[in-house]
T-cell receptor
Framework: GAVVSQHPSWVICKSGTSVKIECRSL??????MFWYRQFPKQSLMLMAT?????????EQGVEKDKFLINHASLTLSTLTVTSAHPEDSSFYIC???????????FGPGTRLTVT | GESVGLHLPTLSVQEGDNSIINCAYS??????FIWYKQESGKGPQFIID?????DKRQGQRVTVLLNKTVKHLSLQIAATQPGDSAVYFC????????????FGAGTRPFVKA
């Protein structure tokens, strides 16, 4: 149980376009979802925390107008990278948790390449 | 803010030996500690966790030790195998921090046959 999926697993887009990444909890209702980005050979950096039905809380230094997060239901959160630039190329990973549990369940990640 | 650091970015281990990966954290309010394994191109995979009211927890071939006095966490892998080659991250969380998880830098054991 506690499976989290992401779609797409990889995407290539042109500079200036927007890309949407989906994160779904398949067998549980996720009250909280987290979005991370990871550059090559680096650790995961938390971008934002989203709770179902409310606005996401962004970490310092993360532009909320560039990385739009929507947590419309208990099983789906989306991250939209707007006006993508090559420096946005990264591995984006979501995780989900339920209730007040500490445990987070991670998705497989989405590789974004902006050309 | 919270900082989490692993002591060594790489670790060389003989196959069959035990591996020890160490991690230091800065926030004394941290109350939940997790070790993850990440293979190339994949999301983190949960290995083992420990809460602040414990100082040791064992899993299958893995043991986590927590020393809250010096804010130190370690992961021991028994009988290291080539399949254990991955990047290992320690991560810390606290209920006072909204359950946000802060990841350390990562260590990759190199398993020598």
């Amino acid at each position: 149980g506690a499976v989290v999926s992401q779609h797409p697993s990889w995407v290539i887009c042109k500079s200036g376009t927007s890309v949407k990444i989906e994160c779904r909890s398949l067998d549980f209702q996720a009250t909280t979802m987290f979005w991370y980005r990871q550059f090559p050979k680096q650790s995961l950096m938390l971008m934002a925390t989203s709770n179902e039905g409310s606005k996401a809380t962004y970490e310092q230094g993360v532009e909320k107008d560039k990385f739009l997060i929507n947590h419309a239901s208990l099983t789906l959160s989306t991250l939209t990278v707007t006006s993508a630039h090559p420096e946005d190329s990264s591995f984006y990973i979501c995780s989900a948790s339920f209730g007040t549990r500490y445990e987070q369940y991670f998705g497989p990640g989405t590789r974004l390449t902006v050309t | 803010g919270e900082s989490v650091g692993l002591h060594l970015p790489t670790l060389s281990v003989q196959e069959g030996d035990n591996s020890i990966i160490n991690c230091a954290y800065s926030n004394s309010a941290s109350d939940y500690f997790i070790w993850y394994k990440q293979e190339s191109g994949k999301g983190p995979q949960f290995i083992i966790d420990i809460r602040s009211n414990m100082d040791k927890r064992q899993g299958q071939r893995v043991t986590v030790l927590l020393n809250k006095t010096v804010k130190h966490l370690s992961l021991q892998i028994a009988a290291t195998q080539p399949g254990d080659s991955a990047v290992y991250f320690c991560a810390v969380s606290s209920h006072t921090g909204g359950f946000k998880t802060i990841f350390g830098a990562g260590t990759r054991p190199f398993v020598k046959a």
